[in-house]
């Protein structure tokens, strides 16, 4: 089963990418992952993504693409996938359409002001990368990390006017490609502000229906 989750940050799609990937035994695939294994593992694909990041560019559709078709050839890919974060464009999802089958694609649906509210709230372990939420996933002793007590940061593009400018650029990149799979029906979506418990039981019969088709 071929699956691509599409929305905001803040959404919710990788942790529910990540309990559905491990309910089918499949793996979870972000962009983000993909260039930092290459750049790892020194590939040639991944020395020019590294060269591009380190000069503050953004890694080209070309490229991009290269790298997510390279990534859906491993083996643990051949029964599925879920990829996150790509496709971005319209040019990158008429790629994909040419060396894989997607058979759903699910779009996280979420008002602004709670991606605010949600990303707002999260604040981080600088020295671990421990994540928390002051409503969510509060510290035991607000504004400490639970671990080693020292203080929380809110990340500077957690703060309220980064998050709408976020959005902003995800609008304006990522409305074209929803427009693109509603435009062929392979297009659902799912309440992404209710719980989470909601949210992956909603997956889960979306992912029912596919299996039946």
Same mark, same amino acid.
């Given at each position: 089963?071929?699956? #691509? ?7 919710? *799609? ?6 559905? %990937?491990?309910?089918?035994? #499949? ?5 983000? +992952?993909?260039?930092?294994?290459? #750049?790892?593992?020194?590939? @040639?694909?991944?020395? *020019? ?20 078709? +390279? ?21 990158? %999802? =008429?790629?994909?359409? @040419?060396? %894989? /089958?997607?058979? =759903?694609?699910?779009?996280? /649906?979420? +008002? ?5 509210? /949600? ?48 959005? =902003? ?22 309440? %992404?502000?209710?719980? #989470?418990?909601?949210?992956?039981? +909603? ?11």
């Amino acid at each position: 089963m071929n699956l #691509i989750f599409v929305g905001p940050p803040g959404a919710g *799609k990788g942790t529910i990418a990540a309990k559905i %990937a491990a309910e089918l035994s #499949i793996p979870h695939i972000s962009t983000g +992952d993909i260039f930092r294994q290459n #750049i790892r593992e020194q590939t @040639e694909l991944g020395k *020019k993504v590294k060269q591009i990041l380190d000069s503050g560019e953004l890694v080209p559709d070309e490229l991009t693409i290269d790298l997510v078709s +390279d990534r859906l050839s491993h083996s643990d890919a051949q029964a599925g996938w879920i990829l996150d974060g790509f496709p971005r464009t319209e040019t990158q %999802a =008429e790629a994909l359409d @040419e060396f %894989a /089958r997607v058979d =759903e694609v699910v779009f996280f /649906r979420i +008002d602004d002001e709670e991606v605010v509210k /949600r990303l707002g709230g999260r604040r981080v372990h600088p020295a671990s990368g421990r994540t928390y939420h002051i409503e969510f996933d509060p510290p035991k002793e607000p504004g400490f990390d639970d671990e080693t007590g020292e203080p929380l940061i809110r990340r500077e593009d957690d703060e309220p006017d980064a998050i709408r400018h976020r959005l =902003e650029v995800y609008r304006k990149e990522t409305a074209p490609v929803v427009d693109y799979y509603q435009r062929d029906g392979r297009l659902v979506e799912v309440d %992404a502000a209710q719980p #989470i418990e909601g949210v992956f039981e +909603d997956l889960r019969a979306i992912v029912e229906e596919v299996q039946n088709r």
